[in-house]
């Protein structure tokens, strides 16, 4: 709070000082307390949850800030309050749904130590998470950093982060040394990616779908599938 020149004790010429400094401090730090303030508000899930369902039904480019605003009985302008623009939307629906893939695929290989049985538990996890009713990964899936040059640098960092344990995961299993460890990361990504497009549920469950996209890189390594499943 700034200082009056009446308090006592103050002398009127510091009090001209010092409340330049705490304006100036204060001006400063205004921007992330409002961003924090406005994050908090109860608005914002809801508006995150729409976003997430909008952008993977319908793509980034098709949806509007309008449509948003309809479907969360917002005007435009309370939806600027939150967010400055539509990439920032995008940018904070992405990090949720990376996060949530990541928390998914660690708490499923935390118990596992032998690398083959860890891929596959990534692989399960990765497809789970895809696969269920949540829109946020679908919008990871569905959205690539291509698609939104303007944000790509961070749309591709935020991939990069639940990528990199699948890079982790790869190298530690014993693959021929023709092989190259990252095409086969990116071949069992673009298959895992895929499933969504052909997957029909009570078919196949996504454990038995993860044992077969893990039964040709066990072939490569001479695993046969019945020392797989001990």
């Keep these: 709070m700034p200082l009056a020149a009446s308090d006592p004790g103050v002398d ?9 400094r705490l304006v100036s401090y204060w001006s400063g730090a205004t921007p992330l307390a409002a961003t924090n303030a406005k994050r908090q508000s109860n608005r914002w899930p809801a508006l995150l949850d729409t976003a997430a369902f909008q952008f993977a039904e ?18 435009p302008g309370a939806i600027y309050f ?18 949530r893939i990541l928390e998914r695929l660690d708490a499923a ?19 789970e998470s895809i696969l269920d009713a949540s829109a946020y990964a679908r919008v990871v899936i569905r959205i690539l ?8 640098k961070e749309l591709k960092a935020l991939r990069d982060r639940y990528e990199s344990r ?9 693959l021929p040394k023709e092989r190259d460890a990252t095409l086969v990361r990116l071949f069992l ?31 490569l390594a001479g695993i046969d599938a019945e020392r797989a499943r001990q």
């Design 12 to 20: 009127a010429t510091h009090v001209l000082m010092l409340n330049k």
């Design 58 to 75: 319908q793509g980034y480019r098709a949806t509007t800030i309008r449509e948003l605003a309809a479907a969360t009985a917002m005007t």
């Design 82 to 99: 939150h967010v400055a623009s539509k990439q920032a939307l995008l940018l904070a629906v992405y990090e949720e749904g990376v996060q």
């Design 109 to 127: 290989v935390a118990a596992e130590m032998e690398p083959w049985a860890r891929l596959e538990e990534a692989v399960l996890a990765h497809l």
């Design 145 to 152: 950093p291509s698609d939104v040059p303007e944000i790509a």
């Design 166 to 174: 699948f890079r982790m995961f790869i190298s530690a299993i014993a």
């Design 189 to 219: 990504l673009g298959a895992l990616n895929w499933t969504p497009v052909w997957y029909r549920k009570g078919a196949k469950t996504p454990r038995a779908i993860a044992r077969e996209l893990m039964a040709p890189l066990r072939a």
